[in-house]
């Protein structure tokens, strides 16, 4: 199904009776990353997941996003389909825009999925430097283009230049202050070995949220709910019931 939000047509589906649980997914994903959850799910709940604007079928928004843009879109979205008090689960970027959403507006459970909350505050990297350095003194947008692309992120280089702009300025925004005024109780699930939400922020997060629990499985990366699928979704189901 396609619904137009602030101009852009945005890819979803809708199935189950119930509940409403709106699924988002992460950065560079679609639909299909979340329907493993969202299928068992759909027994006891309306599931509803949708292909962030961006990505997947949904069509990319004609200037770059913020994370306040995408927030605007999810309100806009739930009214217009008439949803009542949702569960929002949200995995990475999916997540940042979910906890920003809880924080400004009222959900029944919020699920948080190896989602980086908090901008890490580290050094300026070399190749951030080497990329500063080549803005002053390239003139050619070609060039400039072709050693982002050699220096650039994996997401980076894989975006399209709206995208690239989009991805910019989410991680560039921390998170802690609106994770501060959740008030809905919340469920973090997410794996020690995960590199982009380290031991220190998890517990941070979970320190900051008023009614937070928190689930790290062994071993397991940032797909830690895929990898340990049948204990997400018996978890999850548990929660909102």
């Not at 509940?19 to 299928?39: A, E, F, R």
């Not at 894989?158 to 991680?171: F, G, K, Q, T, Y």
């Not at 937070?212 to 340990?228: F, K, N, P, T």
Request: charged share 30%; with cysteine; aromatic share 10%.
């Amino acid at each position: 199904m396609k619904i137009t939000i602030k101009d852009v047509d945005i890819n979803y589906i809708e199935y189950g009776k119930g509940k409403d649980v709106i699924l988002l997914h992460g950065w560079g994903q679609n639909i299909s990353m979340m329907k493993p959850i969202g299928d068992p799910l759909s027994k006891n709940n309306h599931i509803i997941i949708m292909d962030l604007p961006g990505f997947g079928e949904s069509n990319e928004p004609k200037i770059a996003w913020n994370l306040n843009d995408y927030e605007e879109m999810l309100h806009e979205f739930i009214k217009k389909l008439k949803l009542k008090d949702v569960v929002l689960i949200g995995h990475s970027f999916g997540g940042r825009i979910s906890a920003m959403y809880a924080a400004d507006h009222n959900v029944s459970k919020l699920i948080l999925l190896s989602s980086p909350l908090i901008k890490k505050k580290k050094s300026e990297s070399f190749k951030n430097k080497v990329l500063k350095f080549l803005k002053k003194i390239i003139k050619s947008k070609k060039l400039e283009e072709f050693m982002k692309q050699k220096l650039g992120s994996t997401d980076y280089k894989n975006a399209s230049p709206i995208m690239r702009e989009v991805l910019v300025s989410a991680v560039n925004v921390d998170l802690l202050d609106y994770a501060n005024r959740i008030t809905a109780p919340t469920l973090f699930i997410t794996g020690d070995s995960d590199k982009m939400v380290p031991y220190w922020e998890y517990k941070k997060i979970e320190e900051t949220i008023k009614d937070c629990g928190l689930i790290v499985y062994e071993d397991r990366s940032h797909y830690a709910y895929l990898e340990e699928l049948d204990r997400t979704v018996c978890i999850i189901e548990e929660f909102i019931k």
